[in-house]
């Protein structure tokens, strides 16, 4: 009995975990072809006066550096990074590695599950999977109205500096990542993660061994 009542609470822990880390990353990871689409359309050639080919140069030298794990030192070729812009850029990095853990060992957690057909651990109901869709949800009028604000009270609650506060004239990236860019960033890992629980909701129990796999593709071949 003691047992299954674990089961739902890690099933929902587990799924929660892997919802965040699946959107954190694959956000990051559109986060490129985003970044070139924004560019175009806000001119931000003309703002920094360097071409596409070179910002995004420089924004895949600050991906590697988010995502891989051995490279230690941020260095953009053409755009300078102050002291704090530094500090700033390493805290996400922790947070971006992380989520990389979580997310590499949600998967192992998953194969090994199916290979003992143990599915139902990480099972979690249609109704419960709702409640998870309809969170974001509530944050979402805010957002919209001033996601100035909302942005300024995630990094209050992810960071206890204000190193994330950048400077155009010591850190010229900060015009390529323009707010409307992030809000971009956000949007799509709010879709992840809505696309995540989906899966719950449109698949049936029975056919639940096929869902999660399906969820990963998703997230891995954008």
């Known amino acids: 009995m003691e047992t299954m009542k674990r089961k739902p609470i890690i099933a929902v822990v587990y799924n929660l975990m892997m ?4 959107a954190t990353l694959g956000a990051l990871v559109l986060s490129w072809p985003l970044l070139a689409i924004f560019v175009k359309v806000q001119k931000t050639e003309l703002i920094v006066r360097k071409s596409l080919g070179i910002i995004m ?10 995502l891989l794990p051995f490279k230690n030192k941020l260095q953009m070729s053409d755009f300078p990074t102050s002291p704090s812009a530094a500090r700033h ?14 997310f590499i060992v949600g998967l192992i957690i998953l194969i090994f599950l199916k290979m003992r057909k143990r599915m ?7 109704t419960t999977a709702l409640i998870f869709m309809i969170l974001p949800v509530i944050i979402l009028p805010f957002a919209l109205m001033n996601f100035d604000e909302f ?3 995630f990094h209050h609650l992810l960071f206890n500096n204000s190193d994330w506060l950048f400077d155009p004239t010591t ?19 709010g879709i992840i993660y809505e ?3 989906s899966c719950f909701i449109l698949t ?17 071949s954008k």
């Open 57 to 66: 140069k420089n924004y895949t030298q600050l991906l590697d550096y988010l």
């Open 151 to 153: 942005f300024i009270s």
């Open 89 to 102: 850029f390493y805290e996400c990095k922790l947070l971006f590695e992380l989520a990389i853990i979580v």
């Open 204 to 220: 049936k129990k029975r056919s639940f061994n096929q869902a999660p796999f399906l969820i990963l593709i998703f997230s891995l």
């Open 120 to 126: 139902n651990y990480i099972y979690i109901s249609k």
């Open 19 to 22: 919802a965040l880390a699946t």
């Open 171 to 189: 850190d010229p990236i900060i015009n390529v990542l323009t707010e409307e860019f992030f809000a971009g960033c956000f949007a799509t890992g």
């Open 195 to 197: 696309l995540y629980f």
